[in-house]
């Protein structure tokens, strides 16, 4: 078992940057694959990208491709999303979630293959 917390969403302007954290609070960190997705007002949660435990192997949705990076640190049992070149269409609250399914050097792009959530970290991208 393990508790996600976010951290790092704030108001931004658009062209800015922004480092997201999320700890994972638990045994075994490194043996989950990890997740961002966001949820817009009125829209559905959004996959954002994913890591996988072993590896390093990543993917990212279409709409972040080239300015999003995620990244992690086992010994810090932290996953980082860094976003640059934000836009407003960016604005949501950004969701941490990890999974131990499948192997090391998987990672998963849709919400039903996540078992852990975080509560979520928000992000408004605003002049």
């Known amino acids: 078992q393990v508790q996600l917390v976010e951290s790092g969403g704030q108001l931004v302007q658009p062209g800015g940057s922004l480092n997201l954290s999320c700890v994972g609070i638990g045994r075994m960190f490194g043996s989950y694959a990890m997740g961002w997705f966001r949820q817009a007002p009125g829209k559905e949660r959004e996959f954002v990208a994913a890591?996988?435990?072993?590896?390093?192997?990543?993917g990212y949705g279409d709409s972040v491709k080239g300015r999003f990076t995620i990244s992690r640190d086992n010994a810090k049992n932290t996953v980082y999303l860094q976003m640059n070149n934000l836009v407003p269409e960016d604005t949501a609250a950004y969701y941490c979630?990890?999974?131990?399914?499948?192997?090391?050097?998987?990672?998963?792009?849709?919400?039903?293959?996540?078992?852990?959530w975080g509560q979520g970290t928000q992000v408004t991208v605003s002049s």
């Open positions: 979630a990890a999974t131990r399914r499948g192997g090391g050097g998987f990672y998963y792009n849709r919400e039903d293959e996540y078992e852990h």
């Open positions: 890591i996988s435990r072993a590896i390093g192997a990543t």
